[in-house]
């Protein structure tokens, strides 16, 4: 199968595991460090993932992994992550990319920086600082800028970093099977099986697999999944374009944003380019179902969307949102979420990013790519045990956040799962504050 993403291949193991304690639905990032963390303890567990490791938006993402401007319900997770980013190529012996080279948010005029300032101070109150530069530090900071488009000042996190998505999530995946988890590739989760009121198996496309526990890191298909076990999990779809580019030098290491441009060195010399903010959402029926509860949002953080509707609405619309085991499901007929980029933002990046960066004059298209984003209502991710179908928890809804916090959300995962007590606080990401029926 070809996708438009170099994502490392992962082989898939070919025998089904009769019987496991707990099955992890999703080979995204966060279903990745779910499975290891819980293998690396000892719990015997299997990854299952309907297509490719990594091979959504865990691959598809700017790699940016990243404390700075995180909600303050994330940012505890967000520094712990960053925690386990600085140790994980020798966690797991292989290149995920990582290199702490620090993020900026820059600005070109006061009323631009004041949210920017306004979250510094209210980090800082929490107690995570960052640097603030003026004018002139912002201007030595970032070599290559433009003269005539001068920068106000920056906010700058000199512990931030970067990975590379296309090889970190397959990497996790591979130190995961070392450590004795099952990983199947190919085999799309059906449903989920209940004996005594909890959670007994799950019936996948290759046959049935018998736990106690069953992790819902499914990412975008997560709301159609939970959907068939009555389970009404708050979540619609984003996408997100960007492009790799060549021909770029002199701009040094630490990744850059602004109000409309955002690029970061990566591992090959070449750079991962945005046009920031200017994300796409399709018209689904789950658009009109939710679209109360989202409106803070659309009006907030997510202003920049644009509605698309074509297709994609008659075609969900048509599937089916109750099934049982035996029938085929949307998993199967859809192995991987691969839409087409945006590529009018992708010219619009190009020429922002030339006239703001004189390196940038000279940068050559070398592909471009989009990946859709599982959006929560308050952008923060869910990870929490369902009450209403006991040993089932949901992983998911990170909202375009979930490459730099995976490690942590994976780790609460398994504490969950295990009945251990985070070493973040779980409860600002429980299901309670979406869903009080169903914690």
Sequence with gaps: MSISIPVTPVTGDAELPEQVEVVVIGGGIVGTMTALTLAERG???????????????????????????????????????????????????????YRETGIAYAFHSEAEGAPWIKWRETARAHGFDT??????????????????????????????????????????????????????????VRTVET???????????????GCSQVVLAGGAWSRLFAGNLGIDFPQLQVLGTAARVTGVEGLGETAFGARKIAFRRRLDGDYTIALRSANLTPILPDNFVLMREYLPSLLGSWRDLSLRFGMSFFEDLRRPRHWA?????AFETCRTLDPAPHLPNIRKAMAQLAEAFTPFASAKLVTAWAGVMDVTPDSVAVVSPIATVPGFFIASGCSGHGFGVGPALGEMAADLVMGRRPAVDPEPLSIRRLRPALA
């Design 43 to 97: 719990i015997p567990v299997a990854l299952c993932e309907k297509g490719v490791i990594g091979g959504e938006q865990s691959g598809r993402n700017w790699g940016w992994v990243r404390q700075i401007g995180r909600d303050m319900a994330e940012l505890p997770l967000a520094i712990a992550s960053r925690e386990m980013w600085r140790g994980m190529n020798a966690r797991i012996g292989a290149e995920t990319g």
């Design 325 to 329: 085991g035996d029938r085929v499901t």
């Design 131 to 188: 640097r603030q530069l003026s004018a002139r530090e912002a201007a030595a900071a970032f070599p290559g800028m433009n003269p005539a488009k001068p920068l106000a000042g920056a906010i700058l996190c000199d512990s931030d970093g970067r990975a590379e998505p296309w090889l970190a999530t397959p990497a996790m995946a591979e130190a995961a099977r070392r450590a004795g988890a099952r990983v199947l590739t190919n085999c799309a």
């Design 195 to 209: 004996s005594a009121g909890r959670v007994s198996g799950v019936v996948t496309e290759r046959g049935r697999i």
